[in-house]
């Protein structure tokens, strides 16, 4: 009884590692355009996960934000220059349009009702593009030069649907307003 119960207690322990090993995890994706980024953090909520390059003789980044996302949804990426929150981010959104091409524009969020429509923003942002494949999404960009350095507050987000090509609000709740964070670039 004893070998028994050590043995299933061994699979217990080792069917969560095998099975978090087998996912798919931001060091082993291969993008579909074969770009390359030297660095990438798996994001703690909603399956997001950032990639970059730090560009040091421009003091940008060149970055890939993907999660996974429905066709009706929309994700954003965003960094807040003054504070941890939403409020004060400067983002980037993208969703798909129904000719099936992707809406990727950056929006100022100045309120927690944020218009959502394209705006400038407080820093440079330039070369951004959007994908869709595999119940997935992904915005790149070239953001910078950034005054604060190489360190951060980043905030993501997801919602699940777009209306008149403007992205609606998202779940205020769980992982939606846990979607924050710090991330030093070198």
């Known amino acids: 009884m004893g070998i028994i119960s050590r043995q299933f207690i061994i699979i217990c322990l080792l069917i969560p590692q095998i099975l ?3 996912a798919q995890t931001c060091s082993n994706h291969t993008f579909s355009n074969n770009q390359i980024f030297s660095s990438c953090k798996d994001l703690p909520v909603l399956q997001a996960n950032l990639h970059w390059n730090y560009i040091p003789s421009t003091k940008s980044i060149q ?11 929309w994700i954003a990426w965003a960094i807040n220059p003054t504070g941890t929150s939403m409020v004060g981010s400067q983002a980037i959104v993208a969703f798909l349009n129904s000719d099936g091409s992707m809406n990727v524009y950056p929006t100022p969020l100045t309120s927690y009702s944020p218009s959502m429509q394209p ?14 494949t595999k119940d997935e999404m992904t915005i790149f960009a070239l953001v910078g030069p950034l005054a604060s350095g190489t360190s951060i507050n980043h905030v993501w987000q997801a919602g699940n649907s777009v209306s ?23």
């Open 20 to 22: 978090a090993s087998l």
């Open 119 to 132: 705006g400038s923003l407080s820093f440079q942002v330039s070369n951004i593009s959007a994908e869709y």
């Open 164 to 186: 008149n090509n403007i992205p609606q609000g998202h779940p205020t709740s769980g992982p939606n307003v846990q979607s924050m964070g710090a991330v030093d670039f070198l």
């Open 63 to 73: 970055i890939a934000y993907r999660a996974k996302q429905t066709s009706a949804g």
